[in-house]
């Protein structure tokens, strides 16, 4: 069938159906074909017209951002007719307002903008590259400046000793700092002063003598000698572990989770020593042990009761943060828990073997010094009479707080 624009005269128009004549002698138009026709309602003489993407809305209604004084201003509007992703205003926006139409997501109303047009951010861009170009190629050459020194600089003087015409050099040390002397005359003074910019030159002075010039170049000593030379701070002579090893001395406080210990003893306390190795960059194998004791007279016996215990353990640890003097690792490992208990009830002597899962930190007071503080928790646990029927075994599981000093090597 037809498909197209037809000119046509409008004899009726009412709100359900038009009327009009054309000439279809062509016969174009036939029954049943559908016609699409527009009602102009009304026209609007500059009419503003803003993209429909520039049109926010909250509860107060329909609002648009303009750029006022390098502030963001925010604008509410009455809306009108919308086409082709735009819509009109029809009241709230006079022309030639500077609107904002991208950025909303970090944009308010009253802050502060910077108003910029594309040609504009394009030469900005283009001087920011440009810049960053410059500033890396003259990194670049101060880089090479300082590493190239007295070595490189006679390698050169060797490779264009027809192009500097000079009569010799002469390799000397003045107060440890590598000097070069260099006899010519004139025209390789010249180009002397300007082949000493690509190379870590500290000064350079000239002597005439009998007709000849006499160059002495001063360099500086290369960072990778400079520091092999530096003689090391106190106490870093020691550093024999390269600060792998740690020893430390601690105290300790047991909080001991079974209640028949707790009626008994209540707490216990002690002392003890570690030793931990860096054996990777955020790990380490750390090894302790101890002694802690306690002596009590119950309320039922006369007779005093002695508790003794010498801990061991070990423990493979993970740094979690090492950031300035601070460090902060978690672990877990094996127990071994020697225990000698002397009471009315009956003695004890035995050995329990169980796990550990400690977290803590370091703190470096001093190059070497540091101070620790560390919580673990023991998993120690015993049956002492396994063919019994009674259920009443040695239970030393509960929490250790450690605290203490210790040197690094």
């Not at 260099?182 to 030159?201: H, P």
């Not at 009830?345 to 329990?352: Q, R, S, V």
Request: hydrophobic content about 40%; proline content about 2%.
């Amino acid at each position: 069938g037809f498909s197209g624009e037809l000119e046509a005269e409008i004899v009726a128009v009412s709100k359900s159906q038009v009327g009009f004549r054309v000439n279809n002698s062509a016969g174009q138009l036939r029954e049943g074909m559908t016609i699409n026709c527009k009602k102009l309602k009304a026209e609007h003489i500059d009419a503003i017209m803003v993209p429909a993407s520039a049109i926010q809305h909250d509860g107060l209604g329909d609002f648009v951002y303009t750029a006022d004084k390098k502030k963001a201003k925010k604008l509410y509007v009455t809306l009108g007719a919308s086409e082709a992703g735009k819509t009109m205003i029809e009241k709230g926006l006079v022309a030639n307002t500077q609107l904002i139409v991208s950025g909303f997501e970090c944009l308010s109303d009253k802050k502060k903008i910077r108003v910029v047009n594309e040609e504009q951010m394009a030469n900005e861009k283009a001087e920011a590259l440009a810049k960053q170009k410059v500033e890396k190629a003259e990194a670049e050459k101060k880089t090479a400046a300082q590493i190239r020194g007295i070595e490189e600089f006679i390698a050169h003087l060797e490779a264009n000793r027809e192009t500097l015409q000079y009569e010799r050099y002469e390799k000397t040390k003045i107060n440890k700092q590598p000097v070069l002397k260099i006899f010519s005359g004139l025209e390789t003074q010249k180009k002397l002063i300007e082949l000493i910019t690509q190379y870590a030159v500290k000064q350079i002075t000239f002597e005439l003598k009998d007709e000849q010039v006499i160059s002495t170049i001063t360099f500086k000593i290369p960072e990778r000698v400079a520091k092999k030379e530096e003689k090391p701070a106190i106490g870093e002579k020691a550093g024999l572990f390269g600060g792998r090893l740690r020893f430390a001395a601690h105290g300790t406080y047991y909080i001991m989770l079974d209640k028949n210990f707790k009626d008994a003893y209540v707490g216990l306390s002690g002392f003890g020593g570690s030793l931990a190795f860096r054996f990777a960059s955020k790990m380490d194998f750390w090894v302790s042990g101890g002694l802690a004791a306690k002596n009590s007279t119950p309320e039922w016996s006369s007779e005093e009761m002695k508790f003794r215990l010498i801990p061991l353990s070990a423990a493979v640890r993970y740094y979690l943060l090492e950031k300035g003097k601070l460090s902060a690792f978690a672990g877990a490992g094996p127990n071994v828990f020697m225990v000698k208990d002397v009471n009315p009830a009956g003695d004890i002597k035995t050995t329990i073997v169980g796990f550990n899962a400690l977290a803590g930190g370091y703190y470096q007071l001093s190059r070497k010094v540091f101070a620790q503080l560390f919580l673990k928790f023991n998993l120690v646990r015993k049956d002492l009479y396994p063919d019994s029927t009674l259920d009443d075994p040695l239970n030393l599981s509960g929490l250790e707080l450690n605290l203490g000093v210790g040197i690094r090597l």
